[in-house]
């Protein structure tokens, strides 16, 4: 099982970014899916999540500007960022709580994908 990341790069201060992550391989189930960031010096921190029910939350530092959704039948996760700030320069990592088929069984397991760079700058 990999998610697979893309939708990072170099924008101004104001614009706006959209961040997809599609997870692939023998899955079974997918719960909760979202977006962590880590900048430069600091630790990696949770920016929104979504349930497979379509429950959000949301960093208090982001809400009003970004928005998290999903396609369940695609096991995809987005986030659409607008009136993007310097501050929110970081690499974005996509996180699934899934369940998958390991030969005879399942397994549950938090996967993250390879992370994508936000520079925010003008």
């Known amino acids: 099982v990999q998610l697979q990341a893309s939708g990072g790069g170099l924008v101004q201060p104001g614009g706006s970014l959209r961040l997809s992550c599609v997870a692939s391989?023998?899955?079974?189930?997918?719960?909760?899916m979202g977006w962590y960031r880590q900048a430069p010096g600091s630790q990696r921190e949770l920016v929104a999540t979504i349930t497979s029910g379509g429950g959000t939350n949301y960093r208090d530092s982001v809400k009003g500007r970004f928005t998290i959704s999903r396609d369940s039948p695609r096991n995809a996760v987005y986030l659409q960022m607008n009136s993007l700030k310097a501050e929110d320069t970081a690499i974005y990592y996509c996180?699934?709580?899934?369940?998958?088929?390991?030969?005879?069984?399942?397994?549950?397991?938090?996967?993250w994908g390879q992370g994508t760079q936000v520079t925010v700058s003008s």
């Open positions: 391989g023998s899955i079974f189930s997918v719960n909760v």
């Open positions: 996180n699934a709580r899934l369940t998958y088929y390991d030969r005879t069984r399942l397994v549950s397991d938090s996967v």
